[in-house]
């Protein structure tokens, strides 16, 4: 099984530590596209529009100033650096020694910046979206689409993925449908369902979580996956086609 997150909008920088090490990262064969996205970024960042240009307000100047040093910034894991409602309902930090290392096996963050990487790798706090265009890259979703292809399909080989990213992030990368279930949550009230955002983000942290500290094995089919979310929630399971992955669908009593 592996999951996948999207990056909290919200990080939180490392006090201390050493800086990026490109050779520490996973999927070492994305270096080269990180590094040309970093470099953008830090022009872009620089610019005196650089709040307009990456879409951001002026409460976050800090962290677009701190794109420009991200060479220097210190790093930390990325399950410290990624925080916000998703990342605090998964809880990281509250398990025990084997569920971490099962997590940092399992779950693989999307991101803009680092197109893949693994809850262990270490990282800086940055400030970019998958919605943004930077000059010379263009938009992050179709210009990490061909490269995180080809870098994750000898990962995702035989493993069930538990698709837990917003469609911004999702559109940076389309793993095989048939063994992919992604993660949707409603309310219901009266026979009446609601799509749902802020609880979607902490549902999708408790799924993880739930996935990561059961007991017994991990689900290995969407249908196992139904099962273990049924431990927890109402839920159903709307069967995939050859281009569209399966739904899991928990729903929250409105």
Not at 26 to 55: C, K, M, Q, W, Y
Request: glycine fraction near 8%; charge should be positive; aromatic fraction near 6%.
């Amino acid at each position: 099984m592996l999951i996948l997150l999207p990056p909290s909008e919200g990080k939180t920088p490392a006090a201390r530590g050493p800086a990026l090490d490109w050779d520490s990262l996973a999927f070492p064969a994305l270096n080269a596209r990180r590094a040309e996205i970093l470099e953008s970024l830090g022009t872009v960042s620089a610019h005196e529009d650089a709040l307009a240009l990456l879409g951001v307000g002026a409460s976050l100047r800090d962290d677009v100033v701190r794109n420009t040093r991200l060479h220097a910034e210190p790093a930390a894991p990325a399950h410290r650096i990624y925080s916000g409602v998703l990342y605090d309902a998964l809880g990281y930090g509250t398990m025990s020694a084997a569920q971490r290392r099962k997590a940092d096996d399992a779950v693989l963050v999307i991101s803009a910046l680092w197109g893949a990487i693994r809850f262990g790798d270490s990282v800086p706090a940055y400030r970019l979206s998958m919605g943004t265009a930077l000059p010379d890259v263009g938009r992050l979703a179709p210009f990490w689409k061909p490269h995180l292809a080809a870098a994750l399909a000898p990962v995702a080989e035989g493993h069930l993925l538990v698709d837990c990213r917003s469609s911004t992030y999702a559109a940076a990368w389309a793993p095989p449908p048939e063994q992919t279930a992604a993660v949707n949550v409603f309310t219901e009230t009266g026979g009446v369902r609601k799509v749902v955002s802020h609880f979607a983000k902490h549902t999708r942290g408790e799924l993880a979580r739930h996935l990561l500290t059961r007991r017994g094995k991990a689900p290995a089919t969407p249908q196992a996956l139904l099962k273990a979310a049924q431990e927890k929630w109402a839920a159903e399971l709307v069967p995939g086609t050859a281009r569209k992955p399966h739904a899991l669908n928990i729903i929250l009593p409105g």
